[in-house]
């Protein structure tokens, strides 16, 4: 079980107990191999989880450590957009409204930069999250070069599913599918 104390506009609310394995069961999604079946990548998936909430951060952090990812964390774009070029993530997951740096602005810039950047071997697949889904954040999200929309709150069945499915289609034996088109495989 893992006790998380929200706090919204300065007052503290009660502390909640979630089995992380027992979020909605019944909308864990078929899995795919996982990453420990693949072959040549045996270490530990790495994930970045940007987020400006510390309670989601930690959330996130303490459910993929379970499942055997090494987590990094940010907390706003410009933090997650130095990381991402200076390492490959294998799945960054990206909160779009955040202070100093929006989401969208940092997966622009970080496109940007990747496009010029000849030697980065892989595409940084990003998924983004948001409380927001309507079409016109996924429209944003698409031309900016987002590989994958999940709405808030996003159940940690399906966000482990994202990260395989990134994982999968990075392998050599994944072909040579873009993942720029993969969302809605997700």
């Given amino acids: ?6 706090t ?8 909640v107990d979630i089995d992380v394995d027992a979020i909605h069961p019944e909308k864990v999604p078929t899995p795919l191999p996982s990453w420990r079946s693949l072959g040549e990548n045996q270490t530990n998936p790495n ?4 987020d400006d909430s510390s309670s989601i951060r930690k959330f996130m952090q303490i459910s993929f450590e379970k499942k055997g990812y090494t987590v990094h964390i940010a907390t706003n ?10 390492t490959n993530f294998d799945c960054v997951f990206l909160d779009l409204e955040m202070p100093l740096m929006s989401g969208f602005s940092a997966a622009t810039a970080f ?3 990747e496009g010029a950047c000849r030697g980065r ?8 999250l948001s409380a927001h889904s309507g079409a016109k954040e996924k429209d944003m999200c698409e031309k900016v070069g987002v590989d994958f929309f999940e709405s808030k709150p996003a159940m ?3 966000l482990l599913r994202i990260a395989e499915l990134c994982i999968r289609l990075q392998t050599p034996t994944a072909g040579s599918r873009e993942l720029g088109s993969r969302a809605a495989e997700a």
């Fill in 8 to 15: 919204e506009g300065g007052s503290q609310a009660e502390g």
């Fill in 1 to 6: 079980m893992l006790k998380i104390t929200m």
């Fill in 77 to 86: 774009g410009q933090e997650a957009l130095d990381l991402m070029k200076e």
């Fill in 156 to 158: 940690i069945p399906g």
């Fill in 121 to 128: 071997s892989r595409r940084q697949p990003i998924c983004a």
């Fill in 111 to 113: 496109r940007e930069w």
């Fill in 47 to 50: 994930v970045l989880v940007v």
